[in-house]
């Protein structure tokens, strides 16, 4: 088995969430694409499905002390309603600040949510049935990000790998293999694909320079 580990600033949670922009801000029109199949799988098969939303703010006095919690649990809530994509995938889009009825001042710092069927007996979660959480951006300096894969993992020799990282910030960008410079790029986002070698512990490595 090839193990991967991955070194970044952060990772997404799997692949449970595709948010664009990567690097959202309050004031951003984002969409989030939803895949059931991922995580805990709660709502695998499920349509309609509904997003339980809310921000972690400094206010916040724990992950799961959610402010400014949007979806009525239990209910067809519309304001939360998901388009169904297929294969368990589900979207929604909106601008987070009207969304959250977050006033200026407010510092958010993770979306947070989980995924349900109408009457609530259903719950998609992270694979540990925590949460899920993505980071927002607050606008200014330079941040990573692998998109995909989402976290480290178990792949088989001779399997193809691929891989996504975003940067914050138009950047020189490489993508490293252990020691070995498998990809580079000028801009904002780097993809490659490479095949799984032997087996053991292997890190993927992003490295954004913006030049400053």
Request: net charge negative; hydrophobic share 35%.
């Amino acid at each position: 088995l090839f193990m991967l580990g991955l070194w970044a600033t952060q990772w997404v949670q799997g692949q449970i969430l595709d948010i664009t922009p990567v690097f959202p801000t309050l004031d951003d029109n984002i969409t989030i694409i939803y895949d059931a199949k991922e995580g805990n799988g709660g709502v695998v098969g499920v349509t309609p499905v509904y997003a339980h939303a809310g921000l972690i703010t400094d206010q916040s006095t724990s992950p799961t002390d959610w402010q400014f919690v949007q979806g009525t649990w239990g209910t067809a809530d519309p304001k939360v309603l998901m388009t169904d994509l297929g294969n368990d995938r589900h979207q929604i889009s909106f601008t987070p600040r009207s969304f959250y009825s977050a006033p200026q001042g407010t510092n958010a710092q993770q979306l947070s949510f989980v995924f349900r069927n109408e009457d609530g007996t259903q719950v998609g979660r992270s694979t540990d049935g925590a949460d899920i959480y993505y980071d927002l951006y607050d606008g200014s300096g330079l941040e990573v990000r692998f998109v995909k894969p989402g976290e480290g993992g178990l792949v088989n020799a001779g399997e193809t790998v691929s891989v996504r990282a975003a940067a914050s910030l138009s950047s020189s960008l490489e993508l490293y293999l252990n020691d070995t410079l498998i990809s580079s790029n000028t801009g904002l986002e780097i993809n490659t694909n490479f095949t799984a070698g032997k087996g053991g512990i292997h890190i993927i490595r992003f490295v954004a320079k913006d030049g400053k």
